[in-house]
């Protein structure tokens, strides 16, 4: 589907929180691409921006500056009535922690049937949901007789009742075993096959390798991409490249000469 609109786009992004302390800029200027119907990782140290990312794809904060887009609707400048209205019609959220996800005196089926309630749509996908994600024969059981991975695809199963445009997730691996993230990490491929859009935030290799595309974020901007296992560079709208610390390393001064070759863009030190 290479034709088909993205499900989100940032342009741009800035977010900045004002603390005791001062200015936190936790994002300054972030270009990311979500594609419909695939699985993004965004990844990166504690601290450089993944969940201020998260935050405003799925409509739960709105960025200081620039654009972002979710499902063809801009979100800078909606009302709160409206950001509450995309949130619940096109996104689906994913906590952490499995317990934070669920209510605990409600059934698998039961939550995907007040996850649909909430969405406005009828829940006919519930059923469907349950096979995909391995919980078929769970439907009748409550939370705490459930594992943790099975705790973290009901999750994934109520987020995307309804269809939402976007599917977003905050480190859903982060307490999860190394088998049980690998388990998960199929069930989202399951539901991005299925043309679900996935978002995920993680610190994990495992989880990383299993999307389509990973965007790693150094300091509130896009240190590169990795697709199709290539690592790729990201040229913002300006022109601006981020160096791999390695590359920046060569360049004590901060400056260099830039040279077009028929073999592409070469910088070289000054002094050289
Ligand atoms: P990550 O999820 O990659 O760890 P965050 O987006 O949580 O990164 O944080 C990015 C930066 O913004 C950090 O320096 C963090 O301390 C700061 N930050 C996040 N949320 C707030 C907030 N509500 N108020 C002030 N600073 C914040
Ligand atoms: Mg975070």
Same mark, same amino acid.
């Given at each position: 589907m290479p034709h088909e609109a993205p499900a989100a786009v940032c342009e741009g992004l800035v977010r900045i929180y004002s603390s005791p302390s001062g200015e936190v800029h936790a994002l300054k200027g972030v270009d990311v691409v979500v594609p419909a119907g695939r699985v993004t990782a965004i990844t990166g140290?504690? =601290?450089?921006g993944k969940s201020s990312l998260l935050r405003i794809l799925a409509a739960q904060d709105r960025p200081t500056a620039g654009l972002a887009e979710v499902a063809g609707q801009s979100?800078? =400048?909606?009302s709160t009535r409206r950001l509450r209205a995309l949130r619940r019609r096109s996104i689906g959220y994913v906590f952490a922690r499995p317990a934070q996800n669920?209510?605990?005196?409600? +059934?698998a089926r039961e939550h995907l049937a007040a996850a649909a309630r909430l969405r406005g +749509?009828? =829940?006919?996908d519930a059923a469907e949901l349950l096979e995909r994600l391995g919980l078929a024969d769970r439907a009748d059981h409550l939370p705490a007789q459930l594992s943790g991975g099975e705790q973290q695809r009901l999750a994934f199963a109520q987020a995307v009742t309804g269809r939402p445009a976007l599917l977003v997730a905050d480190?859903?691996?982060?307490?999860?075993d190394s088998r049980t993230t690998t388990d998960l990490m199929a069930a989202v491929r399951g539901l991005a096959d299925a043309g679900t859009t996935v978002v995920l935030a993680t610190h994990d290799a495992l989880a990383a390798a299993a999307a389509d595309r990973v965007v790693h974020l150094r300091s509130g901007t896009v240190a590169h991409e990795e697709v199709a296992g290539r690592r790729l560079a990201v040229i913002d709208g300006d022109g601006r490249v981020q160096l791999p610390a390695d590359a920046l390393a060569l360049f004590p001064e901060r400056r260099a000469l830039l040279e077009i070759t028929e073999d592409g863009v070469v910088l070289r030190e000054p002094g050289s």
């Open positions: 140290p504690s =601290g450089s979100l800078t =400048g909606l669920l209510a605990p005196h409600l +059934t +749509t009828n =829940g006919d480190e859903p691996t982060s307490e999860l």
